[in-house]
Structures are given as structure tokens and as C-alpha cells.
């Protein structure tokens, strides 16, 4: 085993669901609440209280045992908090500063058919860049003077809250900080183009993420949740995360034996069949995602995550 040990509580012991927040231009961390969202950072300096300023601060920096007091304190009584109305929230990037974006292809075997795929011996990696990040009721701006097949990809994303090398799989669920909801969104033929992902993987805003970290203690068993897409209202995916084949645990394991993890790293896991690119018909004729469509991606426990292309 390779992870750093910690004295501090960590994050998977919060109990909670977590977001970055934008308030008055800046980053704030936020916990979910029965009356709205609670401004976990300004609520800790009205008491006089450390905390860090956003997630990457809580997760890089070892924040948690900070984040639980404030919490704590709110708890004994709801006065100590500054709590932010539902309507009034504005999310951001689950996380805004990852070193590593991590991503799975053709991790599903119904995915792998109807791309006419072979199954994969081990998983395929790809990644994406910090620019890629977007957020719950973000706008995804289509680079469209390069592309015009627009794809969506709803995933399982895991969010590292550890250093760590060479992770074994029956320990890897240890490294975790939480799961969050994403959408890996693709232009295909710039994916395809070439034997390399990237180019049509990682433009502007193509790594929705949120709107909640939930913590790991609240996913038993990140590969048994369901698993949706919507388009414009109307059912795209509907799977469950038990189908991956390469289950949380061996990914997670795969991917720290080749590289350092760091904490506040993600994951994306794969997507399950129902895309675009999986349609059959000529591939001219398909309809692809467009400016004005709105896509709605959900998994159990984590959240609705909702973008809408311009």
C-alpha cells in the first residue's frame, strides 16, 4: 500500500453533501442542509473558526476535521450558520483544480457493443484538462467552427481524497473522498479522427461535474447505483453502475499502479450504452447534440447534473 496516513478525520467521514459554491465572484465551500445550502467558509469566520475555502483547499490540504466543527457547530444550533436559499445557489466545478483528470473508455460491455468495440483486457485511459471543467446548470459553449457531432456521456466520477501509488484493489474504496455526478461530453469525430481521444474529449466546458461531492461514507457501493440521461426531457440512458467491467475498485487500482493519484483527482468511470455514437442508421443521420438542447445527468444518491449547449 502506498497512501499517505493522516491523523486528521477524513473527508469520507463528513457524512455529507458537499459543493463548491459562487458567491460575490468567489469560490466557497458549502454543505447541503434541510433549509437551503450552508456558506461553510463564511459560516466558520462569523464564529471565528478555521476552514478551508473551497474543496481542492478541504481535499488537498487535509481540511476535514476544520469542516467537521463547523458543521458540528451548526448543528447545535442553527443560528451559527449562513445559509444560502436553494434558489439563490450557484454552483461551481465540484472541483476546480485537479491535477489529474482520469477517464475510462468502453467500460461498459452493452457501450462496448454498440459502438462495435472489442471488450477491452485492461482499461482504456484518456484524460482531460482543468479547461473542461463545468458545473450543475452550466452552459457547454460547442466548438463548432471544428465539430458538429455533439455526444453525451453520463459517468460515475470518483474524487481521490488521498495521495496514492500502487493501491490494492481490495483497500482502493479507502482512497476515495466521494463520488459526484458527470458528464463526459465528446465531439466524435474529432475522438475519432485519430487512434487518440483527446481532441474530441477535452474542449471548453466538456467535464460537467456536481453538483454535489457526496461523501464516501453515503455510496456503499459505488457499483450498484442507477444510473440516467435525459435530452430535452426524454430518456437517453438508464443503466446501473454493477454492468462496469472494471469495477470502481480494479480502476482505481489500475490507475495508481501506473501514476501517482493525488488528492482532488477524479475519475470519470464510463458510460453505459444509449449515446449518440451508438445509434444505429448512417452516422450522417443521427442527431446530434445541438446548441439550445438541454441534458440531464443523474445518479443515485449523488444529484441531477444539468447542462445546456450554446
Known sequence: MGFETDREIEVSALDARLANIRLGGALTLAAESEDGVIDVTATAA????????????????????????????????????????????SFAPVVTRPEKIICVGFNYREHAAETNTPIPEAPPLFNKFNNALNHHEGRVQLPTRVARQFDYETELVVVFGRDCRDVAEVEALDVVAGYATGNDISARELQTATSQFLAGKTSDGFAPLGPWLVTRNRVPDPNALRLQTWVNGKVRQDWNTRDMIFNCRQLISYASNIMTIKAGDILFTGTPQGVILGEKGPREQRQWLKSGDEVVSSIEGLGELRVRLV
Open 46 to 89: 462569523k464564529l471565528g473558526l478555521p476552514a478551508p475555502r473551497d474543496i481542492d483547499d478541504l481535499l488537498q490540504n487535509k481540511r476535514a476535521a476544520e469542516v467537521r466543527a463547523v458543521l458540528a457547530a451548526v448543528k447545535r444550533s442553527k443560528a451559527n450558520g449562513i445559509v444560502v436559499p436553494n434558489a439563490e445557489v
